[in-house]
């Protein structure tokens, strides 16, 4: 098992362009998420899905889409790139369970950094 | 609503010394509490979880107790190494809920 990958790794974007992030997990897991991480901030919750076809909005969604057409695949879209946006992207998924007892981890994926100039 | 609040680092320890991370939650409810790890250009991984109030996780030689009536998830680690030299996370995770809330991480570096 592969478990989480992303891609690509690393991404230098000029302001106002567009791009897509890509996250694959080969676990069968229903939930996926894409964070962003910061420094100084912790790792914020952009946008998530429980399940294929489904997405919703995290703590700081904006300038951000997302789409989950495959249960193993889920695509983070950047519009247009702004500065702001410079961070590091992770990817996660968490396995199917007993959702309402909340025990379920999450698997990360190794990140894509990405800069905006 | 929920959040979580970590002792600030960096935190600097020589090799065997003993290790505290302090974490402290607000939630509604029982939530789940989780220690994850970030090794330098790496992903987070679990390092340990505890579901109910009392419970221990441990691995790795890592320790943290869930105390409800603290509303506290502390990590410990009675000798680090070098390779222990990491970005450590605190989180919650409710039941019912498909999120987890992490807090702001706290970096280790422990020196030979």
């Known amino acids: 098992n592969a478990g989480v990958t992303q891609t690509p790794k690393f991404r230098v974007l000029k302001t106002g362009q567009s791009m897509t992030l890509l996250c694959a997990q080969d676990?069968?897991?229903?939930?996926m998420y894409w964070y962003r991480q910061d420094p100084g901030m912790g790792l914020r919750l952009i946008h998530y899905?429980?399940?294929?076809?489904?997405?919703a909005k995290g703590e700081v969604p904006d300038g951000y889409n997302v789409s989950r057409l495959k249960k193993q695949n889920f695509l983070l879209g950047l519009e247009s790139a702004a500065p702001s946006q410079t961070s590091v992207y992770f990817c996660?998924?968490?396995?199917?369970?007993?959702?309402?007892?909340?025990?379920?981890?999450?698997?990360f994926g190794p990140g894509t950094r990405l800069t905006v100039l | 609503g929920d959040s979580v609040t970590q002792m600030e680092g960096p935190v600097t320890l020589s090799e065997e010394a003993f290790l505290t991370i302090n974490c402290t939650y607000t939630?509604?409810?029982?939530?789940?509490l989780f220690w994850y790890v970030q090794y330098p250009g790496e992903g987070l991984q679990l390092l340990l979880k505890a579901t109910k109030a009392d419970d221990k996780g441990s691995n790795k030689g890592f320790e943290a107790t869930y105390r409800k009536e603290t509303t506290s998830f502390h990590l410990e680690k009675g000798s680090v190494q070098v390779s222990d030299s990491a970005v450590y996370f605190c989180a919650l995770k409710r039941g019912g809920s498909e999120k987890l809330v992490f807090g702001k991480g706290t970096k280790l570096t422990v020196n030979p």
């Open positions: 996660a998924s968490s396995p199917p369970g007993l959702l309402i007892q909340g025990h379920n981890e999450q698997f």
């Open positions: 899905s429980v399940g294929e076809g489904t997405t």
């Open positions: 939630a509604t409810g029982y939530p789940s």
């Open positions: 676990m069968n897991h229903e939930y």
